[in-house]
């Protein structure tokens, strides 16, 4: 056998991964990454305004406490350059260089049973044994490209926001952008003082707060530091992780004007989830409440969008369950000359044709760039170009067939020793602190299968079909369901539904998994 364990990806997830099974349980441990280099996410999304929405303090990997302090954050949110150096630094930091393998891909991967190990198949031909596989693919990796017609014969430049190419310029350009997505919103921003004109081509119109961005001041970033280990203490407690005191009330249970109050405070305070979760407790679970922040917002978008019919064109007719969206100032961007607004809802794109995108109505826009800002087949879309065969050659499109599903976001029946980092069914919750849950699991599950000498370790069917259950009653207790987003896979024309979340947060999740180790793993099957 070539290794004790494979790493797929090397993203926060991967390189967690590879320092836990290599330095902590001394596993011959190879992560192979289809990039140039490490960063995941981060190392692919490099389009312009590119930005985490989390508190920069928070964006990281809370177990090692002197990088705690040695991170070197001056904003309130980390831009792409900054995050990509920071796990850039944390690859460097333990040495994991020398156990990766980029600018290579992984294309599939087979169970052999007589074995006990997964046979890995590289995108060149080459074949590497494992006894355990850790897939860290990343959450939003696969992109969404629309198959529109005369999209392969475009002839002005064409580029998908996660596959930005190095040196791509939009100054004094003629520029369409198609999705108004978080990626699109930053895009927007970014771009619009420079280019000669920009044709925002809007599917659905998007609710956005204010980031609030901005230099973090020296004795916030010290009180920070002097006092992290109580941060993430408390942190840990709340559903999100993302920095929002929680709100413990309902959107009833004040009156209107302290309502508007609240409300007016956290635009000012900035942070997309913090206006969704900090606000009332309900946002996403009463339609009623939801109408509230809905009718604020769209109050908001006509305050600063001077031009009434851009305005009308930007306000959303879903309600606000979507990815929560913060900006740097999107909706200004429509109040220049330079910028407009089409409603391709209304007017759907017909085909690209030469250099113009033309619409059903016939009209057309000649651009000299287009800009595909149109998301990504989230959460299984990279498992579903993969071929994945498990116990008797079942195959993860066949297992997933009526939906993405696994246990705890970790692992699926019939593929032992597979284990997912941001599965279908992972905690709704900020990204790093829930990837350390992840691995940390994934780590103790390996260690448990060796003390009881069982060399393939699965998460019995029964498990599977229980966590599908529990997500899917948490899931429909929101009103997430009522509109198309990534997060339940319905932005995929055909995909059926996706739980990519479990609703529960990350407190109830960790309490999950604490149950499953004091109940002794029963969840799972160890066989010899």
Known sequence: MDYDAIVIGAGFGGLYALKRLRDDLGLKTHLYEQGQGVGGTWYWNKYPGAMSDTRSHLYCYSFDKELLQSDNFKHHYRLQPEVLNYLEGFAQRYSLDKDISTATEVAGAAWDADENCWRVTLAHGREVTARFVVSALGLLSSPNIPPFDGLETFTGEIVHTSRWPANTTWQDKRVGIIGTGSTGVQVITAIAPDVKHLTVLQRSAQYSVPSGNGRMGEDH????????????????????????????????????????????????????????????????????????????????????????????????????????????????????????????????????????????????????????????????????????????????????????????????????????????????????????????????????????????????????????????????????????????????????????????????????????????????????
């Not at 905690?427 to 000498?453: C, G, H, M, W």
């Open 221 to 528: 970033l010290r009180q920070i530091k002097e006092n992290y280990e109580e941060i993430w203490a408390e942190e840990k407690t709340t559903i999100t992780v993302f920095g929002a005191k929680e709100s413990k009330i309902s959107a009833h249970d004040v009156t209107p004007e302290e309502r508007e109050r609240i409300f007016e405070e956290s635009w000012a305070d900035g942070g997309g989830f913090r206006f969704m979760f900090g606000t009332f407790n309900d946002l996403i679970l009463d339609e009623v409440s939801n109408k509230y922040a809905q009718d604020f917002i769209k109050s908001k978008i006509r305050q600063v969008v001077k031009d009434p019919a851009k305005a009308e064109k930007l306000i959303p007719t879903d309600i606000y369950a979507k990815r929560p969206l913060c900006d740097a100032g999107y909706y200004q961007q429509f109040n220049r000359e330079n910028v407009d607004v089409v409603d391709v809802k209304a007017d759907p794109i017909a085909r690209l044709d030469g250099n113009s995108v033309i619409l059903e109505s016939g009209e057309s826009y000649e651009l000299d760039m287009l800009i595909l800002a149109t998301g990504f087949d989230a959460g299984d879309g990279n498992y579903m170009r993969l071929k994945l065969e498990g116990v008797g050659g079942l195959s993860i499109q066949e297992h997933w067939k009526e939906g993405a599903r696994s246990f705890l976001g970790i692992m699926n029946a019939n593929f032992p020793n597979l284990f997912m980092i941001n599965g279908p069914g992972g905690a709704f919750a900020n990204q790093p602190p829930s990837i350390e849950l992840y691995v940390d699991t994934v780590a103790e599950l390996i260690a448990e299968a060796k003390s009881r000498k069982a060399t393939a370790i699965e998460a019995k069917s029964s498990s599977e079909a229980e966590w599908f259950a529990i997500c899917d009653e948490l899931t429909d207790a929101t009103i997430l369901p009522k509109v198309k987003s990534w997060i339940l896979g319905s932005n995929i024309p055909g995909k059926p539904r996706s739980l990519n979340f479990y609703m529960g947060g990350y407190s109830k999740y960790k309490d999950v998994l604490d149950g499953v180790r004091s109940d002794g793993y029963t969840q799972f099957d160890f066989r010899s």
